[in-house]
């Protein structure tokens, strides 16, 4: 959600899809056809893609046991929350997209991050 060094690429597309959804959100809108398009931008969240990022698997596979204590630390830092999140985290805001109690959002960045993107 924000300008970082050394992953523009990773930004520039971050930003495409987040018009992107915005566009396709207004598309589906005036066809009525009942479509609700949102994005989900989850923060530092338990999965193995934080091994290659911050360079803690031991063979260089996505299993290194290191992993816990080094994200720990980095969340600690990077997240106003102070904790990563869960897989379950990010889920639970999916269902709640698609569930019927989410009916009147369309065009929508949904951000789950801890606090994160706020400064």
Do not use: Q
């Not at 207004?26 to 949102?38: F, I, M, P, Q, S």
């Not at 299993?63 to 816990?68: C, D, E, F, W, Y």
């Not at 009916?103 to 789950?112: A, D, K, N, S």
């Amino acid at each position: 959600m924000k300008a970082s060094p050394n992953v523009s690429g990773y930004c520039a597309t971050k930003g495409g899809v987040r018009l992107f959804t915005k566009s396709v959100a207004l598309e589906c809108a005036a066809a009525k056809d009942g479509v609700r398009v949102n994005s989900l931008h989850p923060g530092i969240t338990e999965t193995a893609i934080w091994d290659t990022l911050i360079g803690t698997a031991e063979d260089g596979s996505n299993a290194g046991p290191a992993r816990g204590p080094t994200l720990d630390k980095l969340t600690e830092r990077a997240v106003p929350l102070g904790y990563k999140a869960a897989p379950e985290d990010i889920a639970n805001g999916i269902l709640w997209l698609a569930s019927d109690e989410s009916r009147y959002v369309t065009g929508t960045e949904f951000v789950i991050d801890g606090g994160r993107s706020i400064g």
